[in-house]
């Protein structure tokens, strides 16, 4: 996957767009399973969805720690400093909004374990935007699903290009 260093801006279901922030994208490319034994990793997404166009911006994650489970094919929040972190970003006007993980895969699919994991976190938690954002990480692609507040429906959303 190559990391340019550009804003990565994907369509959201509603027409406005989803900006990932150039360093989002450096932290992501720190975990990416290249090696056969390489663990998945994962975290919270922060960010922010702006009043005025409604597009939704990530500019920090929290990253894997110590007490986190984690293994080839799976990866579990345990460790309370996710929640610090959070904390501290909320501080900067960085507020929950998703989960991302990594997975071994070039093209990436969503486990079925993913599935559901979204799904009760559709249930049970309050991003700070009209969509709950989560990522898939790959070794070839950055894969983005945005799931609507209201109707709980979650789709993958495309990356777009920027016109410069």
Do not use: C
Request: no cysteine; glycine share 4%.
């Amino acid at each position: 996957m190559e990391n340019e260093e550009k804003i990565s801006m994907y369509l959201l279901p509603n027409g406005k767009n989803l900006y990932i922030h150039t360093k989002v994208k450096a932290i992501f490319s720190n975990y990416i399973q290249i090696h056969s034994k390489s663990h998945e990793s994962g975290g919270f997404i922060l960010g922010y969805e702006n009043a005025k166009t409604g597009s939704i911006i990530i500019d920090e994650l929290t990253v894997p720690q110590k007490k986190d489970t984690h293994s080839r094919y799976r990866f579990s929040i345990k460790d309370k400093q996710h929640f610090i972190d959070m904390n501290n970003f909320r501080k900067k006007e960085s507020f929950f909004l998703g989960t991302w993980h990594t997975h071994p895969q070039d093209r990436i699919t969503p486990s079925f374990i993913d599935w559901i994991d979204w799904k009760a976190s559709m249930r049970n938690e309050s991003p700070a935007a009209l969509y709950m954002i989560f990522i898939i990480v790959g070794r070839q692609e950055i894969a983005v699903w945005a799931g609507n507040r209201q109707t709980k429906k979650i789709i993958r959303i495309k990356e777009v290009s920027i016109n410069e």
